[in-house]
Nanobody, 120 residues
Framework: VQLVESGGGLVQAGGSLRLSCAAS????????MGWYRQAPGKERELVAG???????NYADSVKGRFTISRDNAKNTVYLQMNSLKPDDTAVYYC???????????????WGQGTQVTVSS
């Protein structure tokens, strides 16, 4: 199973970006999906998560500005980021709990990360 992120880049403060993460491989279903970020010198932190049923949760720092969504038919999760701030600068990672065809357990996977840089 591979998770491939796209959509990162450089944006001015107040701008918007939309991240995408597509899962591929021999997938039966995907449970929770989420976005994490890691800024230089800081620990990786949860930004937003979404269950297979669409229930969402957000870090306090992004509530009201970021929106997570998913397309289960495409095994894809999105993160719409509005009103971006320089403090949002980080590498953003996709994460997913995947059930593979023919296997009973759930495995957790990470994407390779995509850089988001917000200039002031």
């Amino acid at each position: 199973v591979q998770l491939v992120e796209s959509g990162g880049g450089l944006v001015q403060a107040g701008g918007s970006l939309r991240l995408s993460c597509a899962a591929s491989g021999i997938i039966f279903s995907i449970d929770a999906m989420g976005w994490y970020r890691q800024a230089p010198g800081k620990e990786r932190e949860l930004v937003a998560g979404i269950t297979s049923g669409g229930r969402t949760n957000y870090a306090d720092s992004v509530k009201g500005r970021f929106t997570i969504s998913r397309d289960n038919a495409k095994n894809t999760v999105y993160l719409q980021m509005n009103s971006l701030k320089p403090d949002d600068t980080a590498v953003y990672y996709c994460n997913a709990d995947v059930r593979r065809i023919g296997l009973p357990n759930v495995n957790n996977y990470w994407g390779q990360g995509t850089q988001v840089t917000v200039s002031s």
